[in-house]
C-alpha cells in the first residue's frame, strides 16, 4: 500500500481510501474506486484530490494494491 502524495501514482480504476473533507477531523477513510483526478499538481502534501466512482470527493491516503 502507497500513500496518496504523489499524482503519478494514481490512476483511474484504482482502489483507495480517501479522506472527505467533512471527515478531515477524525481522520475516517471511505473506499473506493478512482474515477477523477481533480489535484492538477505532481504532488500534494495532504494526498491528491480524487473523485470515486460513487461521487465522493477527497484526498487519497491509502492506494490498495
Not at 26 to 37: A, E, Q, R, Y
Not at 38 to 50: D, M, P, Q, R
Request: proline share 0%; net charge positive.
Amino acid at each position: 500500500m502507497n500513500d496518496g502524495t504523489k499524482r503519478i501514482d494514481i490512476l483511474a480504476g484504482l482502489k483507495v481510501s480517501i479522506v472527505l473533507k467533512q471527515d478531515q477531523k477524525t481522520g475516517k477513510l471511505t473506499k473506493g474506486i478512482v474515477k477523477d483526478i481533480l489535484t492538477n499538481s505532481a504532488n500534494h502534501h495532504h494526498g491528491i484530490k480524487v473523485r470515486l466512482e460513487d461521487g465522493h470527493v477527497g484526498r487519497v491516503k491509502t492506494i490498495h494494491t
